[in-house]
C-alpha cells in the first residue's frame, strides 16, 4: 500500500491540498490550511463501497408523520421568539457575541427562568458549566440579577471528559450551558484550548452526550474581529441553531438575531435592553430606536425596516456639508450599506438633477441600528434631498420603497405590516411608491413612480 501522502484541508472551505500554502487556492482564506491525518477516499474505494453490500435504510414519503421536537420555553419571549419557540431537547444552540454584549448574562437569565420552572410551572434540571469565571463570581452576578435562589447546578470546569462523567451519574440536565466552547478542553487530542481542533473535539463530544441523553446544550462562542464565530466555522455545521448576541456596548439595546435553525425560521429577533438587573425585555422596538423628533428637522426620514415578520421604526438621518471646490468629498455611513448609498447618489445626479459631487455626505441609522432591508432606499433618499435642500420630510411620515437604477421605486414586501406599526406609533402619512398607493391604510399614502417625481414633491417644483 501506498504511504499515505500529507494532505491539508481549509478550514474555511474543505478544499484539499498536498502542499501547504499562506492562502487556500480554492477560497482564497489566509492561514486556514491545516494538516490532516487519514487518507482521500479514492474513486476506486468510492466504487468498491457502491458495490459491497451495507444494512438498507429505511425510505419513506414526505407525507409520513412527523414528530415534533420537544421545546422548552424559557418564559423570556424575546429569548424563546429568536429560538422558534425555545430550546430544543437532544438539540445544540450556538450563542455568538462580541465579549462584554450579554451572552452569559442571557444565559444566565434563561438558566434561572427554567429551573424555576417558569413558564409552565415545571420545574426543569439546568446545569450552567463556566470555563471563564469562577463559581463565585457567576453567584455573585445572579445575585445580582435577583437569581441568587433559582435552584441552577453550578460548576466552574474545563474539561470535557470531567463534566461529562459528572453529568452522567443520574438524570441528564434538561438544559446544558457551556460557557464558553472557547475555554473547553477534550483529552481525547491535543492542542491548547480555544485552538480549531479543540473546539471541534470538544463541541462534538458535548454534542453526542446531548443528542443521547436528550439534553438541551447551548454553547457559548467568542467572534473574532471579523464577526464570525471565533475558531470554527465547522461549529456553526455541527450545531442546529446559531444565534447572534449583536449590539453596541454603548448603545442599551441588544439583538439577538437567528442565523441558521433547524427547527424554526431565521428571520425573527429577539430585542433586550441592557439594564443594572439584567438584560430586559424589549416588546416594542419601535420606541427604542426612534428619537424625539422636532418639527421642522432637516435630513431625517423615518423607515419602517422589517425583522423578519416584525416592524421596527428607525430614523435615518444624514447631513450634506458643502466643500471648497477641489478636495474629494467623504462619505460615511453607519448603519447601512455604503455601496447602496452610492447608488442613491448617482440616482439622485443621473435621474433627479440633483449634485452631490461638491459636498460631503453622512448618513446614520440613530439607535445604532444596522437596516438590511432593501425597502430603506426611499427613506435614504427623503433624508439625502432634505439634508441638501434644507427642507424637511414632514415629521408624521415614514417613508420605504426599493429604487431601482433607472429612477423607478419599486414595490417592497410587506407594506401594510410596515404602515400598521406606522400608525401604531402615531405617524399620519407615508411616501410609498405609486403601485403601494392603493393599500388599505389608516395613513394618507403619497404614492410615487420615479424618484425624479419624489424629488420634484419635494422640492416643490
Ligand atoms: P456578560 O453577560 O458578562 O457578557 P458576555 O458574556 O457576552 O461577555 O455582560 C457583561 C456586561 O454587561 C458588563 O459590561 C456589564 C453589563 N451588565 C449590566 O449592564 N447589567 C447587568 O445586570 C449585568 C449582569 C451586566
Ligand atoms: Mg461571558
Same mark, same amino acid.
Given at each position: 500500500?501506498?504511504?499515505?501522502?500529507?494532505?491539508?484541508?481549509?478550514?474555511?472551505?474543505?478544499?484539499?491540498?498536498?502542499?501547504?500554502?499562506?492562502?487556500?487556492?480554492?477560497?482564497?482564506?489566509?492561514?486556514?490550511?491545516?494538516?490532516?491525518?487519514? %487518507?482521500?477516499?479514492?474513486?476506486?474505494?468510492?466504487?468498491?463501497?457502491?458495490?459491497?453490500?451495507?444494512?438498507?435504510?429505511?425510505?419513506?414519503?414526505?407525507?409520513?408523520?412527523? %414528530?415534533?421536537?420537544?421545546?422548552?420555553?424559557? $418564559?423570556?419571549?424575546?429569548l424563546?421568539?429568536?429560538?422558534?419557540?425555545?430550546?430544543?431537547q437532544?438539540?445544540?444552540?450556538?450563542?455568538?457575541?462580541?465579549?462584554?454584549?450579554g451572552?452569559?448574562?442571557?444565559?444566565?437569565?434563561?438558566?434561572?427562568?427554567?429551573?424555576?420552572?417558569?413558564?409552565?410551572? %415545571?420545574?426543569?434540571?439546568?446545569?450552567?458549566?463556566?470555563? @471563564?469565571?469562577?463559581?463565585?463570581?457567576?453567584?455573585?452576578?445572579?445575585?445580582?440579577?435577583?437569581?441568587?435562589?433559582?435552584?441552577?447546578?453550578?460548576?466552574?470546569?474545563?474539561?470535557?471528559? &470531567?463534566?461529562?462523567?459528572?453529568?452522567?451519574?443520574?438524570?441528564?440536565?434538561?438544559?446544558?450551558?457551556?460557557?464558553?466552547?472557547?475555554?473547553?478542553?477534550?483529552?481525547?487530542?491535543?492542542?491548547?484550548?480555544?485552538?480549531?481542533?479543540?473546539?471541534?473535539?470538544?463541541?462534538?463530544?458535548?454534542?453526542?452526550?446531548?443528542?443521547?441523553?436528550?439534553?438541551?446544550?447551548?454553547?457559548v462562542?467568542?467572534?473574532?474581529?471579523?464577526?464570525?464565530?471565533?475558531g470554527?466555522?465547522?461549529?456553526?455545521?455541527?450545531?442546529?441553531?446559531?444565534?447572534?448576541?449583536? $449590539? *453596541?456596548?454603548?448603545?442599551?439595546?441588544?439583538?439577538?438575531?437567528?442565523?441558521?435553525?433547524?427547527?424554526? $425560521?431565521? &428571520? !425573527?429577533i429577539?430585542?433586550f435592553?441592557?439594564?443594572?438587573?439584567?438584560?430586559? *425585555? #424589549?416588546?416594542?422596538?419601535s420606541?427604542?430606536?426612534?428619537?424625539?423628533?422636532?418639527?421642522?428637522?432637516?435630513?431625517?426620514?423615518?423607515?419602517?425596516?422589517?425583522?423578519?415578520?416584525?416592524?421596527?421604526?428607525?430614523?435615518?438621518?444624514?447631513?450634506?456639508?458643502?466643500?471648497?471646490?477641489?478636495?474629494?468629498?467623504?462619505?460615511?455611513?453607519?448603519?447601512?450599506?455604503?455601496?447602496?448609498?452610492?447608488?442613491i447618489?448617482? #440616482?439622485?445626479?443621473?435621474?433627479?438633477?440633483?449634485?452631490?459631487?461638491?459636498?460631503?455626505?453622512?448618513?446614520?441609522?440613530?439607535?445604532?441600528?444596522?437596516?438590511?432591508?432593501?425597502a430603506?432606499?426611499?427613506?435614504?433618499?427623503?433624508?439625502?434631498?432634505?439634508?441638501?435642500? *434644507?427642507?424637511?420630510?414632514?415629521?408624521?411620515?415614514?417613508?420605504?420603497? !426599493?429604487?431601482?437604477?433607472s429612477?423607478?421605486?419599486?414595490?417592497?414586501?410587506?407594506?401594510?405590516l410596515?404602515?400598521?406599526?406606522a400608525?401604531?406609533?402615531?405617524?399620519?402619512?407615508?411616501?410609498?411608491?405609486?403601485?403601494?398607493?392603493? *393599500? @388599505?391604510?389608516?395613513?394618507?399614502?403619497?404614492?410615487?413612480?420615479?424618484?425624479?417625481?419624489?424629488?420634484?414633491?419635494?422640492?416643490?417644483?
Amino acid at each position: 500500500m501506498a504511504k499515505p501522502q500529507k494532505r491539508y484541508v481549509c478550514q474555511a472551505c474543505g478544499s484539499v491540498s498536498h502542499r501547504w500554502t499562506g492562502q487556500c487556492g480554492d477560497c482564497a482564506e489566509w492561514n486556514t490550511l491545516v494538516e490532516e491525518a487519514g %487518507a482521500v477516499v479514492t474513486p476506486f474505494q468510492a466504487k468498491h463501497n457502491l458495490q459491497s453490500g451495507g444494512r438498507t435504510v429505511q425510505l419513506v414519503g414526505l407525507d409520513a408523520d412527523i %414528530a415534533l421536537p420537544d421545546r422548552m420555553a424559557t $418564559g423570556i419571549a424575546e429569548l424563546d421568539r429568536a429560538l422558534g419557540g425555545g430550546f430544543v431537547q437532544g438539540s445544540a444552540t450556538l450563542i455568538g457575541g462580541d465579549p462584554g454584549i450579554g451572552k452569559s448574562t442571557l444565559l444566565l437569565q434563561a438558566a434561572a427562568r427554567l429551573a424555576s420552572g417558569a413558564p409552565d410551572g %415545571a420545574a426543569r434540571r439546568v446545569a450552567y458549566v463556566s470555563g @471563564e469565571e469562577a463559581a463565585d463570581q457567576v453567584r455573585l452576578r445572579a445575585r445580582r440579577l435577583g437569581l441568587g435562589n433559582a435552584p441552577v447546578q453550578l460548576a466552574a470546569a474545563t474539561s470535557t471528559r &470531567d463534566i461529562l462523567t459528572t453529568l452522567s451519574i443520574g438524570a441528564a440536565p434538561d438544559l446544558l450551558v457551556i460557557d464558553s466552547i472557547q475555554t473547553m478542553h477534550s483529552d481525547l487530542i491535543e492542542g491548547a484550548p480555544g485552538t480549531v481542533s479543540q473546539v471541534r473535539a470538544s463541541a462534538q463530544e458535548l454534542i453526542r452526550f446531548a443528542k443521547e441523553r436528550g439534553t438541551a446544550l447551548v454553547l457559548v462562542g467568542h467572534v473574532t474581529k471579523d464577526g464570525s464565530i471565533a475558531g470554527p466555522r465547522v461549529l456553526e455545521h455541527m450545531v442546529d441553531t446559531v444565534l447572534a448576541f449583536e $449590539g *453596541e456596548r454603548s448603545h442599551q439595546y441588544r439583538i439577538l438575531r437567528a442565523i441558521k435553525n433547524r427547527f424554526g $425560521g431565521t &428571520d !425573527e429577533i429577539g430585542v433586550f435592553s441592557m439594564q443594572s438587573e439584567g438584560l430586559s *425585555e #424589549v416588546a416594542n422596538p419601535s420606541a427604542l430606536f426612534l428619537t424625539h423628533r422636532d418639527e421642522g428637522v432637516t435630513g431625517a426620514t423615518v423607515f419602517p425596516a422589517l425583522e423578519g415578520t416584525r416592524p421596527v421604526l428607525v430614523e435615518i438621518q444624514a447631513l450634506t456639508v458643502r466643500l471648497a471646490s477641489g478636495a474629494t468629498p467623504r462619505r460615511a455611513v453607519v448603519g447601512w450599506d455604503s455601496g447602496r448609498l452610492a447608488m442613491i447618489l448617482a #440616482v439622485l445626479e443621473a435621474r433627479c438633477g440633483l449634485s452631490f459631487s461638491s459636498a460631503e455626505v453622512y448618513l446614520n441609522v440613530a439607535g445604532g441600528y444596522r437596516v438590511q432591508d432593501p425597502a430603506a432606499d426611499l427613506a435614504v433618499a427623503a433624508a439625502l434631498v432634505s439634508a441638501l435642500s *434644507e427642507r424637511p420630510v414632514p415629521v408624521d411620515a415614514v417613508a420605504f420603497g !426599493e429604487i431601482a437604477l433607472s429612477g423607478e421605486i419599486r414595490p417592497v414586501a410587506h407594506a401594510a405590516l410596515r404602515l400598521k406599526e406606522a400608525g401604531k406609533l402615531g405617524f399620519e402619512r407615508a411616501l410609498v411608491p405609486t403601485a403601494m398607493a392603493k *393599500e @388599505e391604510s389608516a395613513l394618507t399614502l403619497s404614492g410615487f413612480r420615479t424618484l425624479a417625481q419624489f424629488v420634484d414633491h419635494m422640492l416643490g417644483r
